[in-house]
């Protein structure tokens, strides 16, 4: 008669474990599970998971680092930033999330921002980190390379920040299911993030100087072997981009069978009330999760003991209409208390059976006496997309009434509702996300052929992601892809995607100002950045990956959709896509600029 707390249900577990011992029933399985009880499971796993990661994760980015500069001091300095930004990330979300907007913060929440922050400070403060040894490498003085650092290097943090912070912005407005409030917490998370990384890691690092590298060794100049790419791109530019946009097509085919659901038992932890509820389901349908019905007059139901004639034909004509789809194992009202039709004259006739069902039809039977409900009994998995189609045919059976209102309500038409406002969202976000980095784009590089060249080399890697995530998860494993997935995808690369772009274009345009040629600029800034992009890429695609470790399928897709998506990004579209394109295009990257006018 209430909703359980989490003491409540962890002692109904332990009552009923206690119960199971005492039965001893070695030659039969006996499961618990519930809506509340399948929610509180998912909390704990996804605080179980969340566990696992932290540590994992920082210690992963802190070897990392440490192997990438040789210095102890640098890890530690990623994840002092981490610190800072998570505490003022997690401080700020609990107050907005909590207090202001008065909202419950979904389960994947926390693990997602945790792993984006990470994953974000550490590409911040590594970039940042490598400008500075590079222009001290340089025979720079420290005041010089903290000033190159500063000037430059900060502008690809800020723009790529807002890029990240704009995708979030809009994924937030949209609310989609499940992933709202988390859009809501990484935009917290980005925020917190681009401000200790421009205003925190510069003043500490002004403070150590080259201690932050200790013990930092000035690097031999010799040729990179990223020069190679370079080579590699100049003479066969033409046909990798032909290859990759290939792939790309290819792809598309893949991600156009994607057919997304909010099907959650699927995707939990293994637990007993997962393994019950999957039972249940595949056993006897949607017992656990009907439709509920509700319909709604104007008179009332009950007349005495007597039943409204009105109330009674509309029901019967609904009820007959629902029973009669294939689909419907059982459906539950006033005419059909036990399952099954009744003839109302025939029991009334006789007091003894009427004093029977007069309370089973009461049960369906609003307070207000105004309203009938209706339960459904599925012979599927209440969440599931084959569900979601029952439902869509129940819908267009059912006849209409202007006497009545008539309300569907269940997890099914939850799942329905969430695909959707997914589905319908979708090509808003993308193209109102895009619209925003195109102009960010066009005001930072005063080019038209970048931002868009931009937005689709990192579709590309997004296309490329999905296609495996497709026939991983839904061709080799037969699980469903939960439904806002591919969205939160989509929205996530195209904010960080544009961190690596951005990095290596900022250091091109660097170059091309400073007189060089775009060819000389491309391969300078490969030689200077492209190991840097690649690192970081390693560092927020390894991140993500991590989450594919907990035994929580759900989570599991998340991460290994964006860290695939942000390892091809940074290894392939960067290194190769993005320069054979520009040195096709040459000065047109930067028309209508003055750079564009080059001869």
Same mark, same amino acid.
């Given at each position: ?174 609310? &989609? ?116 019905? *509700? ?162 080399? &990192? ?13 991983? *998860? ?126």
């Amino acid at each position: 008669n209430h909703t359980l707390s989490n003491s409540e249900m962890d002692q109904d577990l332990k009552t009923f474990d206690e119960i199971k011992k005492e039965l001893n029933a070695s030659n039969v399985e006996i499961y618990i599970t519930g809506i509340s009880l399948l929610s509180n499971e998912l909390k704990k796993g996804a605080e179980n998971a969340l566990l696992l990661v932290i540590p994992l994760g920082l210690l992963v980015v802190f070897l990392l680092t440490t192997f990438y500069f040789r210095s102890i001091i640098a890890g530690a300095l990623v994840i002092s930033l981490f610190a800072v930004s998570i505490i003022v990330a997690f401080a700020i979300g609990y107050i907005v999330l909590g207090y202001w907007l008065n909202r419950q913060i979904s389960f994947i929440s926390p693990s997602i921002v945790v792993v984006l922050t990470l994953g974000l400070c550490s590409d911040y403060s590594v970039y940042l980190l490598r400008r500075y040894k590079i222009e001290r490498d340089e025979g720079k003085s420290k005041d010089e390379a903290l000033r190159a650092t500063t000037l430059w290097s900060s502008r690809g943090v800020i723009t790529s920040a807002l890029a990240v912070l704009f995708s979030y912005i809009i994924l937030s407005l949209m609310n &989609i299911p499940l992933f709202g409030d988390a859009a809501i917490a990484n935009t917290i998370g980005v925020s917190s993030t681009m401000i200790t990384s421009l205003l925190f890691f510069p003043s500490v690092l002004y403070a150590l100087g080259d201690k932050a590298l200790w013990p930092y060794r000035k690097k031999e100049n010799k040729k990179k072997k990223v020069s190679r790419i370079y080579e590699f791109n100049i003479k066969r530019r033409v046909e990798i981009t032909l290859a990759l946009t290939a792939i790309t097509l290819v792809s598309l085919i893949f991600v156009a069978n994607i057919n997304t659901v909010l099907d959650v038992p699927p995707l939990m932890p293994d637990s007993e009330v997962q393994k019950g509820s999957l039972l249940l389901y595949s056993t006897i349908g949607s017992y656990m999760s009907p439709v509920y019905i *509700y319909i709604e007059g104007k008179g009332n139901v009950l007349i005495g003991d007597n039943i409204n004639q009105t109330y009674l034909n509309y029901v019967q004509q609904v009820a007959d209409a629902i029973a009669s789809n294939k689909d419907v194992k059982y459906v539950y009202t006033i005419d059909r208390p036990l399952g099954q039709k009744i003839y109302l004259n025939e029991i009334y006739a006789n007091s003894t059976t009427k004093s029977v069902y007069l309370p089973l039809i009461k049960r369906f039977v609003g307070a207000s006496n105004r309203s009938v409900l209706i339960e459904v009994i599925l012979d599927k998995q209440p969440f599931s997309l084959q569900a979601i189609d029952v439902l869509k045919e129940i819908r267009s059976i059912i006849p209409r009434n202007e006497n009545f209102t008539l309300l569907i309500d269940g997890v099914t038409q939850l799942s329905y509702d969430s695909k959707v406002v997914t589905d319908s969202a979708t090509p808003t976000i993308i193209i109102s996300l895009v619209t925003v980095i195109a102009i960010l784009l066009f005001l930072q590089l005063i080019s038209i052929l970048i931002p868009l060249r931009l937005i689709a080399t &990192i579709l590309s890697s997004v296309a490329w992601s999905l296609a495996l995530l497709y026939i991983v *998860y839904s061709n080799l494993l037969s699980l469903p892809i939960i439904n806002a997935v591919p969205i939160f995808l989509a929205v996530t690369m195209l904010g960080v995607g544009v961190d690596y772009d951005i990095f290596l274009l900022t250091r091109v345009r660097e170059e091309v100002v400073k007189g060089r040629s775009d060819e000389e600029a491309i391969k300078i800034s490969l030689e200077k950045i492209g190991t840097t992009i690649m690192f970081l890429g390693l560092l927020l695609g390894s991140t993500f990956l991590l989450l594919l470790i907990p035994r929580f399928p759900l989570l599991n897709e998340i991460g290994f959709a964006i860290g695939l998506s942000v390892l091809f990004d940074s290894f392939v579209i960067v290194q190769f896509f993005v320069p054979s394109i520009m040195l096709i295009a040459k000065k047109w990257n930067w028309w209508p600029s003055r750079l564009g006018r080059r001869e």
